[in-house]
């Protein structure tokens, strides 16, 4: 499953409202290769299901995540920060075992 912080579920509302998103729009969450660490994060707002998505729902927002990556991000947590340190979401992953600086990439 892949969670979804207070923090998240307030700004996904306001970035869906803000780019008039279809009501349909769900974030999907992915892992690809690169970054500083070997995998990066991918994170977009889509409206098309594939047949090897995993969809989840929490907080009152939809997740959907393709298989592969889904072993990657299995109980993940998707927070947002609006710190001094900068803004934006991040990804509190319990399985990768490194991380860049700037915690868009990581290392299994």
């Known amino acids: 499953m892949i969670k979804v912080s207070e923090r998240a579920k ?12 279809a009501e ?3 974030i999907r ?6 970054g500083c660490s ?9 409206t098309k299901l594939n047949d090897d998505d995993k ?8 997740v959907v995540v393709d298989k592969k990556s889904f ?3 299995v109980g993940t947590e998707l927070d947002y ?3 001094l340190n900068g803004k934006g ?4 992953n319990p399985n990768a075992s490194r991380t860049c600086g700037c915690g868009e990439s990581f290392s299994i």
């Open 55 to 62: 969809v989840f729902e929490d907080n009152g927002v939809k």
């Open 10 to 21: 307030d700004q996904v509302a306001k970035l869906m409202s803000d780019q008039n998103a």
């Open 38 to 46: 070997g995998l990066s994060y991918m994170m977009d707002f889509d």
């Open 24 to 26: 349909e729009s769900f």
């Open 89 to 92: 979401f991040s990804f509190i």
């Open 71 to 73: 072993l990657y991000l």
């Open 81 to 83: 920060t609006g710190g």
């Open 29 to 34: 969450v992915g892992v690809k290769g690169g």
